[in-house]
């Protein structure tokens, strides 16, 4: 059973920074992405940043330049730093973990972390 907890989340004046982790733990592939993802009230929730197991990233244009995803492989653990913060921001926050097995993708989800920016 593959579980995900994120963490780092809390309340911040614009401008600041915040810095989210998420640990992935039980029985993970080599082979993998983690993302993150975020929903603001009465939205859908979107994508944000993707880092590959080699460290290739992508960002939505809204965070790009100010937000930088990273991972450490060892611990199974992905971060998102998160600067120059915008009321605009003010979501919860979800981590993603993908993995890739006989043809197929499987995709778990923590349980969301709260990120609220004040202006």
């Known amino acids: 059973q593959v579980q995900l907890v994120e963490s780092g989340g809390g309340l911040v004046q614009a401008g600041g920074s915040l810095r989210l982790s998420c640990a992935a733990s039980?029985?993970?592939?080599?082979?993998?992405?983690m993302a993150w993802y975020r929903q603001a009230p009465g939205k859908q929730r979107e994508w944000v940043a993707t880092?590959?197991?080699?460290?290739?990233?992508n960002y939505a244009d809204s965070v790009k330049g100010r937000f930088t995803i990273s991972r450490d492989n060892a611990k199974n653990t992905v971060y998102l730093q998160m600067n120059s913060l915008k009321p605009e921001d003010t979501a919860v926050y979800y981590c993603?973990?993908?993995?890739?097995?006989?043809?197929?993708?499987?995709?778990?989800w923590g349980q969301g972390t709260q990120v609220t920016v004040s202006s």
């Open positions: 039980g029985t993970i592939g080599s082979i993998n992405t």
């Open positions: 993603k973990l993908r993995m890739y097995a006989g043809g197929s993708t499987y995709d778990y």
């Open positions: 880092i590959g197991t080699g460290g290739s990233t």
